[in-house]
């Protein structure tokens, strides 16, 4: 018989702040499908605990001591892929957001937007997908000096495979998901994504994250 925390979203979470941490778990209790199974205060017990424990999800802090969030999330990624990370921070600057994308973080919330936003974003990752807050999301990638990277993107003709394969890609599934979601072969996947990001002139994941929030593929975009 499964019990009823199998299949319950095991979350560690991460900050140096105990009221903060206090909030998350206020937050994350409320919600009966999510299971907080640690918690750290430095950014190598983060690490550590991560790859003791094996949660399916993440929520750092960005401004943690010993190793920020960003490294946490680039050492992590590179250990154990399969764990979501969502980053907290105070930072709206778009520059924080696209390093973060770069390193591999699916999700991006605003502290002042916890409680509204938090579980949403955790459902959202869960389900294979990305969560940028809302507050940031729609400035993240406008109106600046390298977003579009080679002008406008509305004329590019995509096919309706590169179209499907560009925004399961945005909202982070592997080759070997989407793969098995649209029934054909990784190396389909890969051809069909690499000729999609030559056609739009991107090179890199930020590029992609942009286009997707611009049609509107990721929560709160």
Not at 52 to 69: F, H, Q, R, T, Y
Not at 138 to 157: R, S
Not at 191 to 219: Q, S
Request: contains cysteine.
């Amino acid at each position: 018989m499964t019990s009823p925390s199998s299949t319950r979203l095991r979350v560690l979470i991460a900050d140096d702040h105990p009221m903060l941490l206090a909030g998350v778990h206020t937050v994350l209790n409320r919600d009966p499908e999510v299971e907080i199974i640690g918690e750290a205060r430095d950014g190598q017990t983060a690490l550590r605990l991560a790859l003791e424990l094996k949660p399916a999800i993440m929520v750092l802090d960005l401004s943690l001591p010993s190793l920020n969030g960003m490294e946490v999330t680039r050492e992590l990624r590179a250990q154990r892929s399969d764990c979501k990370v969502i980053v907290l921070t105070v930072h709206e600057d778009r520059a924080y957001l696209r390093k973060l994308i770069e390193v591999g973080a699916v999700g991006y919330v605003l502290k002042r937007s916890v409680v509204e936003d938090l579980l949403r974003a955790i459902h959202a990752v869960a389900a294979g997908g990305m969560y940028l807050d809302p507050l940031i999301a729609a400035h993240a990638f406008d109106k600046t000096p390298d977003w579009p990277p080679e002008g406008p993107t509305a004329g590019v003709d995509l096919s309706e495979r590169e179209v499907e394969v560009l925004r399961l890609t945005s909202v982070g599934h592997s080759n070997k998901a989407i793969a098995n979601m649209l029934k054909i072969t990784v190396r389909s996947v890969e051809t069909c994504k690499a000729r999609a990001m030559d056609k739009l002139g991107f090179d890199n994941r930020v590029d992609l994250i942009g286009y997707a929030v611009e049609k509107g593929w990721l929560p709160g975009s």
